[in-house]
């Protein structure tokens, strides 16, 4: 029972990383145009430059995450010597 994939740690920056996208989302969000009135703040920066990059910044997390092994947590067999 002690052979699964990631450690506690692992979990809690998956779970970091997954709170950084939805802000990310959260930032893109907003009041877009209506028919036959424009509204600016569709390009404002927020929405094209900071929450992307927040977004981005949250996906790079959770691939660390993932690939993230704990220190002290090698469970390699010894290998046998064959003298």
Known sequence: MDNFAFDKKNYILLAIGMVIIIV???LMS?????????N?????VRRIRVAPVVSLVGFVF??????????G???????EKND
Do not use: C, T, W, Y
């Open 30 to 38: 907003g009041e877009g145009s209506k028919e036959g009135v424009f």
């Open 62 to 71: 959770m691939m660390f995450a993932i690939m993230h092994k704990p220190a």
């Open 24 to 26: 990310g989302l959260i």
């Open 40 to 44: 600016p703040e569709i390009f404002s």
């Open 73 to 79: 947590n090698d469970k390699r067999q010894p290998e």
